[in-house]
């Protein structure tokens, strides 16, 4: 973390819940452009996505295997 970034939370801190409440509305708010831009990257992701499966290139895992793998990791990072 920088030192401006914990400088701006420090003082965030110091503001009344209604303030902070305002303050984190507007640092999540995005502007039309960059709404923009985000969602033509995603388009762009999700297609690419697609692609991989329809081609065969990745190969789809239902959840129940995908939490078994990831359980199977974690276990392995805990030895």
């Known amino acids: ?9 420090a003082a965030g801190k110091a503001l009344d819940a209604d303030e902070r409440e305002i303050a984190a509305l ?3 708010y995005v502007e039309n452009d960059e709404q923009a831009e985000i969602d033509a990257a995603w388009d762009e992701e999700l297609d690419r996505r697609v692609e991989d499966i329809l081609s065969g290139k990745v190969e789809l895992v239902d959840g129940e295997e995908t939490r078994r793998r990831v359980r199977a990791m974690l276990s392995a990072r805990r030895a």
């Open 1 to 9: 973390m920088t030192r401006d970034l914990a400088e701006v939370i």
């Open 26 to 28: 507007a640092l999540q």
